[in-house]
C-alpha cells in the first residue's frame, strides 16, 4: 500500500504564491488518482485538486480555479500543487490523498500526514 509524504506549505502573504509536493512511495503510482485536500480551522475537510491516474487530467475546486496548479510526475512518483494569488481563505492544513476518482472528487484510500499553509492578509 502506497504512503504519502508532503512537503513545502509554510507562510506566506496575500498575492504569495507557495508550492506543496507530494511524495507517493510503495504501491504502484500509475495506478493511482492523487490529489490535494484541505482542512480550514474549524471546518470540514474539503477537496482541492485532482491528477488522474488515466490521463493526467486535472480538476479543481471552484475557490482555486485559476490560481492553483496541479501537476505530476510518475517518473519521480511526486504530485505537485503549485498555488498562486494566495488569499487568506486559503489557510488550511493541506493533505495529499490518493485514491480512485469518482463524480464529485474521488474515493480516498491513503492520506498524508498533512501540512500547515497559513496565508496572512
Known amino acids: 500500500q502506497a504512503q504519502l509524504f508532503e512537503s513545502g506549505g509554510g507562510t506566506a502573504q496575500s498575492g504569495g504564491s507557495l508550492r506543496l509536493s507530494c511524495l507517493v512511495a510503495?504501491?504502484?503510482?500509475?495506478?493511482?488518482?492523487v490529489g490535494w485536500f484541505r482542512q480550514p480551522p474549524g471546518k470540514e475537510r474539503e477537496f482541492v485538486s485532482l491528477?488522474?491516474?488515466?490521463?493526467?487530467?486535472?480538476r479543481y475546486a471552484d475557490s482555486v480555479k485559476g490560481r492553483f496548479t496541479i501537476s505530476r510526475d510518475n517518473a519521480k512518483k511526486t504530485v505537485d500543487l503549485r498555488m498562486d494569488s494566495l488569499k487568506p481563505e486559503d489557510t488550511a492544513v493541506y493533505y495529499c490523498?490518493?485514491?480512485?476518482?469518482?463524480?464529485?472528487?474521488?474515493?480516498?484510500?491513503?492520506w498524508g500526514p498533512g501540512t500547515q499553509v497559513t496565508v496572512s492578509a
Open positions: 491528477t488522474s491516474w488515466r490521463d493526467g487530467s486535472a
Open positions: 490523498a490518493a485514491g480512485v476518482e469518482n463524480v464529485q472528487s474521488m474515493d480516498v484510500v491513503q
Open positions: 510503495g504501491g504502484t503510482f500509475s495506478d493511482y488518482t
